[in-house]
């Protein structure tokens, strides 16, 4: 009879540092109470995380793969062995939810073409929570990742996603590098109409959470300092 195969867990993490079971369901902890084997960003802020959640549990039975940029595309599917042998493993994002704005989604894809079944749990991720607060078309939206850095392709790049979302009304979701946040909210407020709309959500889920929905023309009188603060932008132009 064949072993049946450990289930890949997509387990998502805080968006910032406040207590993990404020805004994480309790069945995280029930999960990571019973896997040794993790796919991770970060070695140090993963066994960090996890021993929040779960502080009897044993550092020294863990067993952590790294996956960045930096990581050989060869080495993935050897990551996925302990599932083909039949323990669980687990895939931790180092914000938010794995594979979404995430490289774990190369781990995931290789799990389905396994038979591996993946069980995605439930957790905050900053880019739904940015739109369910934004007063956006929530039916209609897109996530774009980074701008260009280029100064005059970031600029037509804000002017391709106002045209298309005043064309297809649809939301246009991005983010920056924190601390080019407030660079960006210059380059919004000098490359786009007034009557735009633009939506900041920064330090979602923390006390310092921020989120506020008004158009160009008000961003160009409004003192906010957005520096080295995890940030959504979404624009619509109606």
Same mark, same amino acid.
């Given at each position: 009879?064949?072993?049946?195969?450990?289930?890949?867990?997509?387990?998502?993490?805080?968006?910032?540092?406040?207590?993990?079971?404020?805004?994480? =369901?309790?069945?995280?902890?029930?999960?990571?109470?019973?896997?040794?084997?993790?796919?991770?960003?970060?070695?140090?802020?993963?066994?960090?995380?996890?021993?929040?959640?779960?502080?009897?549990?044993?550092?020294?039975?863990?067993?952590?793969?790294?996956?960045?940029?930096?990581?050989?595309?060869?080495?993935?599917?050897?990551?996925?062995?302990?599932?083909?042998?039949?323990? =669980?493993?687990?895939?931790?994002?180092?914000?938010?939810?794995?594979?979404?704005?995430?490289?774990?989604a190369?781990?995931?894809?290789?799990?389905?073409?396994?038979?591996?079944?993946?069980? =995605?749990?439930?957790?905050?991720?900053?880019?739904?929570?940015?739109?369910?607060?934004?007063g956006?078309?929530?039916?209609?939206?897109a996530?774009?990742?980074?701008?260009?850095?280029?100064?005059?392709?970031?600029?037509?790049?804000?002017?391709?996603?106002?045209?298309?979302?005043?064309?297809?009304?649809?939301?246009?979701?991005?983010?920056?590098?924190?601390?080019?946040?407030?660079?960006?909210?210059?380059?919004?407020?000098?490359?786009?109409?007034?009557?735009?709309?633009?939506?900041?959500?920064?330090?979602?889920?923390?006390?310092?959470e921020?989120?506020?929905?008004?158009?160009?023309?008000?961003?160009k009188?409004?003192?906010?300092?957005?520096?080295?603060?995890?940030?959504?932008?979404?624009?619509?132009?109606?």
């Amino acid at each position: 009879m064949t072993e049946a195969k450990g289930k890949l867990y997509l387990i998502p993490t805080r968006l910032g540092d406040n207590a993990p079971l404020e805004v994480l =369901p309790i069945s995280i902890k029930k999960i990571i109470e019973t896997v040794d084997d993790y796919i991770v960003e970060n070695e140090k802020t993963a066994r960090r995380f996890i021993k929040k959640i779960s502080s009897n549990k044993s550092q020294e039975s863990l067993n952590i793969h790294i996956i960045n940029k930096y990581t050989e595309v060869s080495e993935l599917p050897s990551y996925l062995n302990p599932c083909l042998n039949g323990s =669980p493993v687990g895939l931790l994002s180092e914000a938010g939810c794995p594979g979404v704005a995430d490289p774990g989604a190369e781990i995931v894809k290789i799990a389905h073409e396994k038979d591996i079944q993946v069980v =995605p749990l439930v957790g905050p991720s900053s880019i739904l929570l940015a739109l369910m607060s934004s007063g956006m078309n929530g039916q209609n939206f897109a996530f774009n990742g980074y701008l260009p850095i280029d100064k005059s392709e970031r600029k037509s790049a804000l002017k391709k996603l106002e045209r298309i979302s005043f064309e297809h009304n649809q939301s246009q979701l991005f983010i920056e590098t924190p601390y080019r946040n407030n660079k960006m909210l210059e380059e919004i407020c000098m490359s786009l109409h007034n009557n735009t709309r633009v939506c900041i959500a920064c330090d979602i889920t923390l006390p310092t959470e921020y989120i506020k929905t008004q158009t160009v023309k008000d961003w160009k009188h409004t003192n906010i300092d957005l520096h080295k603060r995890p940030s959504i932008f979404i624009i619509q132009k109606d």
